[in-house]
């Protein structure tokens, strides 16, 4: 059995990915075939041991009207998007999701 360390500590830069999630942050790590890894805000302990303030998660809850005209419930926990479409169901994203992600 591997063991696991109770943190993982990361050395990079900040860099700016345009697809990030809100609540999510993208460091460089100097390696050409990975030159950047996604870390969730909301996990980060310390930045250059300065202690992150913590916030507690707001869960946002919506109901969006499909084209169709049925009504969708979006849940927004953190980083962490849901929907009730059938859409979200199979691709794990929607246009429901982006609506309210990004409004």
Known sequence: ??????????EGDEVQVKWLKPGEMALSTGNPE????????SLIISINNQA???KESAIKTFNVKGSKGDTYTVTIDGGKSHCTCSGFQF????????EKEYA
């Open 1 to 10: 059995m591997f063991e696991q360390p109770e943190f993982f500590e990361f």
């Open 34 to 41: 990975f030159p950047f890894r996604v870390l969730q805000k």
């Open 52 to 54: 992150m303030e913590r």
């Open 91 to 98: 691709r794990k994203t929607c246009k429901h999701v982006k």
